[in-house]
């Protein structure tokens, strides 16, 4: 069974300062997604990782995929208040659209 | 393009009723898929609808039911509600990178 284990599960950050969320992962998957979610609202898709040494940079965000660690990173710089919210790593580990998602990491941002 | 839309947004049952849930996916695409996201749980998938096919099913009891019209809208039901069945009930289209805004259930 694939499992998907994020750290840490909240972060308190201060503005203009440099973090890093992981997302581990217990078998072989073909993709790995990263996912923004607000309070009350739906999942909006950040990034798509598809293969070893991708990295993917939106931003203020940058995200990571290492296959042979079964690890995705997505690194914060300068963190501002607006990237407050819930982040989610998943990772499709079939065929189709499966996706088995970590447990969120409740990111807040204080000026 | 139009993007995923979900219908109702909000909606209140009470125990033992029976709801249905509608999910279009983006014009031309064709794999709709549907997830549960609950406090306790987190998000977990339900199934996965491809071309009005179930395509894969996750650990959900059979009450929790679905299927796929040849427009490619899908729906997906819950019958003989419980009070944890209240959640927000999401789905994707298509390579699961685009997600409705959801539907909110409530079972009071």
């Known amino acids: 069974e694939l499992k998907v284990e994020q750290n840490p599960l909240f972060l308190s950050m201060q503005e203009g300062k440099n973090y890093t969320i992981y997302c581990n992962y217990s078998?072989?998957?073909?993709?790995l997604y990263w996912y923004r979610q607000d309070p009350g609202k739906s999942l909006e898709s950040l990034f798509v990782l598809l293969s070893n040494g991708a990295v993917k940079q939106e931003g203020r965000l940058m995200a990571s995929l290492d296959t042979k660690a079964r690890l995705s990173t997505l690194h914060i710089t300068a963190a501002v208040h607006d990237l407050s919210a819930t982040y989610f790593c998943?990772?499709?580990?079939?065929?189709?659209?499966?996706?088995?998602f970590g447990e969120g990491t409740q990111l807040t941002v204080n000026p | 393009k139009a993007g995923v839309t979900q219908t109702p947004r909000y909606l209140i049952k009470t125990r033992g009723q029976q709801v249905t849930l509608s999910c279009s996916p983006i014009s031309g695409h064709r794999s709709v898929s549907w997830y549960q996201q609950t406090p306790g749980q987190g998000l977990q998938f339900l199934f996965e609808y491809f071309s009005e096919t179930q395509r894969n099913k996750g650990n959900f009891p059979g009450r929790f039911s679905g299927r796929q019209f040849s427009n490619s809208r899908s729906e997906m039901n819950v019958s003989t509600l419980e009070l944890g069945d209240s959640a927000l009930y999401l789905c994707a289209s298509m390579e699961t990178q685009y997600f409705g805004p959801g539907t909110r259930l409530l079972v009071l």
């Open positions: 998943a990772v499709d580990g079939a065929s189709g659209s499966r996706l088995t």
């Open positions: 078998t072989t998957s073909d993709r």
